[in-house]
């Protein structure tokens, strides 16, 4: 089946410091995969996406590149901010079938000035 | 502000009683989707309609149910509640069907806390 594994939490850094979330996936085929992103009681939000190998999304100084040789979607920006503490969740939804999210179970990231 | 309204957003009842959520999605968005979040489960999806037409199911109890009117707007049914269906519960919308409309947009969501 689907499924998605993210690093555990939870994650504390200092300002300014780099930032890497590990996030696999096991599916068939290729399929899309995303960044979610969800601020202390709020909804989720898209951070970013990548459709096919190689591609690169990138939004708010955060990066992640599809890697289909070890089927992975780590997520990583340069310098984090306070204002980056949230929970990060990986996504894909498989090629063929229904339209549904497969998260991973979320990353709590804290980032201390 | 993703555009996609959910109503209401919080929920305290008894067990054994029954609620309604409801969720109306972007303007132009056909597909909704409901996914539930609780901390032993993570987030999962509950269902999918399209275009007022049931499309997908997930992990969705017997106990649950959804549909989505001719305004596209949808509700989530929930009764016989138990204390595990405490969660914040999530409505998403996307365009269409197509492998170029699936980016899905999520609203704020309700939290349910039964008791």
């Known amino acids: 089946g689907n499924s998605v594994t993210q690093m555990e939490g939870p994650v504390t850094l200092s300002e300014e410091a780099f930032l890497t979330i590990n996030c696999t996936y096991t599916a068939t085929g290729y399929p899309s995969l995303f960044w979610y992103v969800q601020y202390p009681g709020e909804g989720l939000q898209l951070l970013l996406k990548?459709?096919?190998?190689?591609d690169k999304g990138s939004n708010k100084g955060f990066e992640a590149t599809y890697r289909k040789e070890t089927t992975s979607f780590h997520l990583e920006k340069g310098s984090v901010q306070v204002s980056d503490s949230a929970v990060y969740f990986c996504?894909?939804?498989?090629?063929?079938?229904?339209?549904?999210?497969?998260f991973g179970q979320g990353t709590r990231l804290t980032i201390n000035p | 502000d993703s555009g996609v309204t959910q109503t209401p957003k919080h929920l305290i009842t008894a067990t054994g009683q029954r609620v309604t959520l409801r969720c109306s999605p972007r303007s132009g968005d056909l597909s909704v989707y409901w996914y539930q979040q609780s901390l032993d489960q993570g987030l999962q999806f509950l269902i999918q309609y399209y275009n007022g037409e049931e499309r997908a199911k997930g992990n969705i109890l017997e106990r649950f149910s959804a549909q989505q009117f001719p305004d596209l707007h949808s509700e989530l049914n929930l009764s016989s509640l138990e204390l595990g269906d405490s969660a914040l519960y999530f409505c998403?919308?996307?365009?269409?069907?197509?492998?170029?409309?699936?980016?899905?947009?999520f609203g704020p969501g309700t939290r349910l806390t039964v008791t």
């Open positions: 990548a459709t096919k190998a190689d």
């Open positions: 998403a919308s996307s365009v269409g069907l197509s492998t170029y409309s699936y980016e899905q947009y």
């Open positions: 996504a894909l939804i498989p090629l063929q079938g229904a339209q549904k999210l497969v």
